[in-house]
């Protein structure tokens, strides 16, 4: 198997600095991954990370006045609305990697 990619003339050690600078490039977007959402049209608004943990909750004065099971609504529509958008940016930035022969997105860890 080996004396066929030498055969092909496939340069390993190129090959093996590009899938490492693509993934370099993958975990730097990752990185910067955030996603926002809003709630009570506007008055709630969330911003969470590629991990899900919130990194801002802003709630305009008037969303005080809501009542609590309100407010607490419209902080949960905020955040699923955030979650939602960081989850969608993030397939979005692996999919280049889903059909790679190398991955197997289906894969279970075995013991």
């Not at 969303?63 to 979650?83: Q, V």
Request: charged share 30%; hydrophobic share 45%.
């Amino acid at each position: 198997m080996e004396d066929q990619a030498w055969d092909a003339g496939i340069d390993i050690d190129a090959e093996l600095a590009k899938v490492n600078q693509e993934l370099d490039d993958v975990q730097a977007k990752l990185a910067e991954v955030d996603g926002r959402g809003e709630g009570a049209k506007g008055l709630v608004t969330v911003r969470v990370g590629a991990d899900g943990r919130l990194l801002d909750l802003r709630l305009d004065p008037r969303a005080l006045r809501l009542g609590s099971h309100a407010l607490a609504a419209a902080i949960m529509e905020a955040a699923n609305s955030a979650a939602d958008q960081t989850a969608g940016r993030m397939r979005e930035i692996m999919a280049p990697f889903a059909d790679a022969p190398f991955v197997d997105v289906n894969r279970r860890p075995t013991r």
